[in-house]
């Protein structure tokens, strides 16, 4: 098994791990990691009639969210069968959403060519961008938009590939793997596979400014 391959039943495994959100409702778009004032799903430019991938979708109340702008494909991808089989329970009705099950990186060659793709910490985060980034751009529109928001790398931690805890329960902590970056990082990476960032929001919420989270666009260069 390779590492990348590893690191995602990883988190597949965490994820699973994580308890079933009370409501099962769609969203309205929040970037940041606990809700605050900041930008919704304009960063994801015109939707209507548009075709959109979520990279980490989770339980899929923010791409179920989305479809009252519009969209015409929506197309959720979670590497965690318990998360997919909650957003295919609640969201199945929609007749502009499909919800697909596995790691990322592969699923990425399959898509049909994209408007917009956004990780709401999702995918983005957890994978390899040295693998997510360049698959991903050969299935984005030229001038298409891609949107993620994560925590960035806290002073004096390398970047790259790093465990870490996430909490799951009131006494009871799981790994996973995450790719941190300062925002420098973050730009250079982008700019490498074929992207030009042209937004960054950094909330100011005590929350969201102690763990660095930072919400990033980035056009996919013609």
């Given at each position: 098994m390779?590492?990348?391959?590893?690191?995602?039943?990883?988190?597949?495994?965490?994820?699973?791990?994580?308890?079933?959100?009370?409501?099962?409702?769609?969203?309205?778009m929040?970037?940041?990691?606990?809700?605050?004032?900041g930008?919704?799903?304009e960063?994801?430019?015109?939707?209507?009639g548009?075709?959109?991938?979520?990279?980490?979708?989770?339980?899929?109340?923010?791409?179920?969210?989305?479809?009252?702008?519009?969209?015409?494909?929506?197309?959720?991808?979670?590497?965690?069968?318990?998360?997919?089989?909650?957003a295919?329970?609640?969201?199945?009705?929609?007749r502009?959403?499909?919800w697909?099950?596995?790691?990322?990186?592969?699923?990425?060659?399959?898509?049909?060519?994209l408007?917009?793709?956004?990780?709401?910490?999702?995918?983005?985060?957890f994978?390899?961008?040295?693998?997510?980034?360049?698959?991903?751009?050969?299935?984005?529109?030229?001038?298409g938009?891609?949107?993620?928001?994560?925590?960035?790398?806290?002073p004096?931690?390398?970047?790259?590939r790093?465990?870490?805890?996430?909490r799951t329960?009131?006494?009871?902590?799981?790994?996973?793997?995450?790719?941190?970056?300062?925002?420098?990082?973050?730009?250079?990476l982008l700019?490498?596979?074929?992207?030009?960032?042209?937004?960054?929001?950094?909330?100011?919420?005590p929350?969201?400014?102690?763990?660095?989270?930072?919400?990033v666009?980035a056009?996919?260069?013609?």
């Amino acid at each position: 098994m390779t590492q990348h391959a590893a690191d995602a039943r990883l988190n597949a495994a965490t994820w699973d791990g994580i308890g079933r959100p009370n409501r099962a409702r769609p969203k309205a778009m929040a970037w940041t990691f606990r809700t605050a004032p900041g930008p919704g799903p304009e960063l994801l430019g015109p939707l209507t009639g548009a075709t959109v991938a979520e990279l980490g979708c989770g339980h899929g109340a923010q791409l179920a969210g989305l479809t009252e702008h519009g969209l015409a494909r929506g197309i959720g991808i979670d590497v965690s069968p318990v998360r997919i089989h909650h957003a295919m329970t609640s969201f199945g009705h929609i007749r502009t959403l499909e919800w697909w099950l596995g790691d990322a990186v592969p699923i990425i060659s399959r898509l049909p060519l994209l408007d917009a793709a956004f990780s709401n910490f999702g995918a983005l985060w957890f994978a390899d961008p040295h693998r997510i980034l360049p698959a991903l751009t050969d299935r984005l529109r030229p001038g298409g938009r891609l949107v993620f928001s994560c925590l960035t790398r806290s002073p004096g931690m390398p970047e790259g590939r790093r465990r870490m805890l996430v909490r799951t329960g009131p006494a009871r902590s799981m790994w996973t793997v995450r790719w941190m970056y300062s925002l420098t990082g973050w730009a250079r990476l982008l700019g490498e596979y074929g992207y030009a960032v042209d937004y960054v929001f950094r909330p100011a919420d005590p929350v969201n400014a102690f763990w660095g989270s930072v919400v990033v666009r980035a056009l996919r260069r013609g």
